[in-house]
Structure formats: structure tokens, C-alpha cells
């Protein structure tokens, strides 16, 4: 089983980070860590912080000469604006900002000063996922199988999905500042990331995960939380500002009958195939061999230039929530991370399914048992 724990704060020394259950014998190149944690950073509508910031992986253990020893993987990404940070003076926040975590968690913890759930609770804490992520990947890859995202809407221009399996375009995608193989869209996303900006506002949007070369059988329908779909889910609502999941066409599905919602079974040379893949690779909670499709709605980052209406806790009258320095759209930053919590749920279950403690023993396990 894989599992992870992060820790660190937004503008603390570093971040943290600790991958357990990762077999022995992955061979990883440094660099490729290094490139999604800078996928991360880009995208149309960042905020300064990305410039900042040079995030780089120091592996601490679990890694010998490029290579997992099985023991568990500890990484440390630092914070180069903390030096910044001890310069300035920081006042005591009281004043929560509506759809952050603020006022909720200071009140959960019995808190002071917002600044303390504000520097937990921050999305800075994704680049420790993103590393994690990127180690699932590699493993998967070992598979053949592969991991890829992109975005289908910010605020309400919206674009009909690509196809990922294409090469080109997922090269096209990486490309692109907002994550769009389309270059009209991407004009039409970038516009409207600017007029927002002019609004001094913030926007949400849509993004895309597929995963590709995905064998029968991952994940089970005996138990609720065996379910890969609902293991999926849970992954994907648990990054910041993640306010809505969707598995295939899920919602789409529940408007449209039956007998037009779900995919048709037809004979093929190698056995049974789908007509569609409006289910999303996944029936049962059990992957049916057709790429895996999940889709993640991102609010808006809750931090605006337009002040909000809240209140001050210290005196339980009205004010204004202070700004602090944010994006006007990460919805291409959090389609990466959304690829590295998918890519971590996915490896954990071809583990589940074809486990070792070795590399080398799960290829035989894989071979004798994967189509």
C-alpha cells in the first residue's frame, strides 16, 4: 500500500515529505521530478510567488544512487520567499476571507491568528504532492501506463476535451499557459484570466485527468472504500479549492436516459470492447480497461483584490477581508496536481493488484495476470 503524509508551511523553511510502500528498484531521474514541480509553478494568471520560488526535490531517504530502496522515500522542497518572509513584519490576521479555511480553522484549533491556518492550509503545500505524484507516475510508467491532464474550462469559456492519447497533443498541452490544445480556447482562456484581473476578481474552472494503458480489473466492488472510483473522488476533492468531482460523463449521465448513458459491449478480436467511454474507464468501482477520465471543478481562489464583507473576531464587527498575495486563476496549477493525486491513487492500486517488493517482481506478477 502507498501512502504519503506532507508537511511544512506556506512561508516556512521547506516543505516535507514522506512517500511509504514504494517498491525497490524504481529507477528515478531527479529532472523529471523537478519538471512537473515547474508545471506546477506556470500557468496564465500565477501570482509573483512562482518567481520566487526555483522548487526543487532533495531526496533525504528511501533513494540510493538514483534508485528506491523499498524503504520509505523522505524529500524536502525549500522555501526560498521564508527568507523574505523573516523580514517583514506580520501583523495578526483576524479578519477571515470568505471561502478560505480561515475562519473555520481558527476557530476548529482555537487560534489567534488566522496567518497560522493560512500558512497550513495554503495550496504551496501541492508541491510535496507533485513530487509524490511524479514518483507514481514513474512507477506506472514501468506499466505503460500514462497520466495526463488538461483544462476544459476558466470561469464560463469552456472547450470540448482532447484527445490525450495523441502524443502531439499532449504536447500541444504543455505548451500552452492555461493547459488547452486548442488555440483558440487558449486565446479565449487568457482574455478572460485578463478581464478578470481588471475586475480585480479571481476564476475557477474545469480540469481533465486521463490515464492511459489501464488494465482490467484495478480496484474492487466489494467494499465501499475498495472502490476506485470513490478512492478517485476522495484524492481528487482533497486538493485545494477542489469543490466538485466527476468520474467520466457523471454528470452529463444523469440527465440523459439509460439506454443513451451507458457504454455499449461489442465483440472485438481480443475480446469484449466498448462502444463509448461515457462511464469513465470504471464500472463498479473496478476499471474496465477503457482510460480512466476524471474531472475536477476548482472555485475561485477565495483571495480577491476586491475586498470582501467580513468581520473582525476581536471585536465581532463588520470589515473588510484583507488582501493577501494570490493568483487570479490556478486552475492550470491545479490540473497538474490533480494529474499527481490520480497518478498516486492509480499506482497504489496496480500495486494493490499486481504487488511486490521489488520492481522486478511485480513486472512477472503484471505479465502473468494484465492483458
Same mark, same amino acid.
Request: hydrophobic share 40%; charged share 25%; aromatic share 4%.
Given at each position: 500500500?502507498?501512502r504519503f503524509?506532507?508537511?511544512?508551511?506556506?512561508?516556512?523553511p521547506?516543505l516535507?515529505?514522506?512517500?511509504?510502500?514504494?517498491?525497490?528498484g524504481?529507477q528515478?531521474?531527479t529532472?523529471?521530478?523537478?519538471?512537473?514541480?515547474?508545471?506546477?509553478?506556470?500557468?496564465?494568471?500565477?501570482?509573483?510567488?512562482?518567481?520566487i520560488?526555483?522548487d526543487?526535490?532533495?531526496?533525504l531517504?528511501?533513494?540510493?544512487?538514483?534508485c528506491?530502496?523499498?524503504?520509505p522515500i523522505?524529500?524536502?522542497?525549500?522555501?526560498?520567499?521564508?527568507?523574505?518572509?523573516q523580514?517583514?513584519?506580520?501583523?495578526?490576521?483576524?479578519?477571515p476571507?470568505?471561502?478560505?479555511a480561515?475562519l473555520?480553522?481558527?476557530?476548529?484549533?482555537r487560534?489567534?491568528?488566522?496567518?497560522t491556518?493560512l500558512?497550513?492550509a @495554503?495550496?504551496?503545500e501541492?508541491a510535496m504532492?507533485? %513530487?509524490? =505524484?511524479a514518483?507514481?507516475?514513474?512507477l506506472l510508467? *514501468?506499466f505503460? !501506463?500514462?497520466?495526463?491532464?488538461?483544462?476544459?474550462?476558466?470561469?464560463d469559456?469552456?472547450?470540448?476535451?482532447a484527445?490525450?492519447?495523441?502524443p502531439?497533443?499532449?504536447?500541444r498541452?504543455?505548451?500552452s499557459?492555461?493547459r488547452?490544445?486548442?488555440?483558440?480556447?487558449?486565446?479565449?482562456?487568457i482574455?478572460?484570466?485578463d478581464?478578470a484581473?481588471?475586475d480585480?476578481?479571481?476564476?475557477?474552472?474545469?480540469?481533465?485527468?486521463?490515464?492511459?494503458?489501464?488494465?482490467?480489473?484495478?480496484g474492487?466492488?466489494?467494499?465501499w472504500?475498495?472502490k476506485?472510483?470513490g478512492r478517485?473522488?476522495?484524492?481528487?476533492?482533497?486538493?485545494?479549492a477542489?469543490?466538485?468531482?466527476?468520474?467520466g460523463?457523471?454528470?452529463?449521465?444523469?440527465?440523459?436516459?439509460?439506454?443513451?448513458?451507458?457504454?455499449?459491449?461489442?465483440?472485438?478480436e @481480443?475480446?469484449p470492447?466498448r462502444?463509448?467511454n461515457? %462511464?469513465? =474507464?470504471?464500472?463498479?468501482?473496478v476499471?474496465?480497461g *477503457?482510460?480512466? !477520465?476524471v474531472?475536477g471543478?476548482?472555485?475561485?481562489?477565495?483571495t480577491?483584490l476586491t475586498?470582501?464583507?467580513s468581520?473582525?473576531?476581536?471585536?465581532?464587527?463588520?470589515?473588510?477581508?484583507?488582501?493577501q498575495?494570490s493568483d487570479i486563476?490556478?486552475?492550470?496549477?491545479?490540473?497538474v496536481?490533480?494529474e499527481?493525486?490520480?497518478?498516486?491513487?492509480?499506482a497504489?492500486?496496480v500495486?494493490e493488484?499486481f504487488g511486490g517488493d521489488s520492481?522486478?517482481?511485480?513486472?512477472?506478477?503484471?505479465?502473468?495476470?494484465?492483458?
Open positions: 500500500m502507498l503524509l506532507t508537511a511544512g508551511e506556506s512561508h516556512g521547506s516535507t515529505g514522506i512517500l511509504e510502500g514504494m517498491p525497490a524504481l528515478v531521474d529532472h523529471l521530478i523537478d519538471r512537473d514541480l515547474v508545471r506546477r509553478q506556470g500557468g496564465y494568471g500565477r501570482s509573483g510567488r512562482q518567481k520560488e526555483k526543487h526535490i532533495d531526496w531517504s528511501g533513494m540510493e544512487n538514483g528506491s530502496t523499498g524503504a523522505a524529500m524536502r522542497i525549500e522555501n526560498r520567499d521564508y527568507a523574505n518572509q523580514k517583514r513584519e506580520k501583523p495578526v490576521l483576524t479578519v476571507r470568505p471561502g478560505h480561515d473555520a480553522g481558527a476557530t476548529k484549533y487560534l489567534a491568528d488566522m496567518r491556518v500558512e497550513r @495554503s495550496a504551496r501541492t504532492r507533485v %513530487a509524490v =505524484g514518483l507514481a507516475k514513474r510508467s *514501468e505503460g !501506463i500514462v497520466v495526463a491532464g488538461q483544462v476544459i474550462s476558466i470561469g469559456e469552456v472547450v470540448q476535451g484527445d490525450l492519447a495523441d502531439a497533443v499532449r504536447d498541452i504543455e505548451v499557459e492555461v488547452v490544445a486548442d488555440p483558440e480556447a487558449e486565446r479565449r482562456f482574455e478572460r484570466i478581464q484581473r481588471r480585480r476578481d479571481t476564476l475557477g474552472g474545469v480540469f481533465e485527468v486521463q490515464v492511459l494503458g489501464v488494465p482490467v480489473g484495478l474492487s466492488y466489494v467494499q472504500d475498495r476506485l472510483d478517485l473522488a476522495q484524492a481528487v476533492m482533497s486538493i485545494q477542489i469543490k466538485g468531482v466527476e468520474i460523463a457523471g454528470f452529463e449521465n444523469a440527465r440523459t436516459p439509460g439506454t443513451r448513458a451507458h457504454d455499449a459491449i461489442l465483440p472485438g @481480443s475480446g470492447q462502444g463509448s461515457r %462511464a469513465g =474507464g470504471l464500472e463498479g468501482g476499471t474496465n *477503457e482510460p480512466v !477520465i474531472r471543478a476548482m472555485k475561485p481562489i477565495s480577491t475586498p470582501m464583507q468581520i473582525d473576531v476581536r471585536t465581532g464587527e463588520g470589515a473588510l477581508a484583507q488582501y498575495r486563476c490556478a486552475v492550470p496549477a491545479a490540473c496536481v490533480g499527481a493525486m490520480v497518478a498516486f491513487v492509480m497504489d492500486a500495486l493488484k520492481i522486478a517482481e511485480i513486472h512477472e506478477h503484471f505479465k502473468s495476470v494484465a492483458r
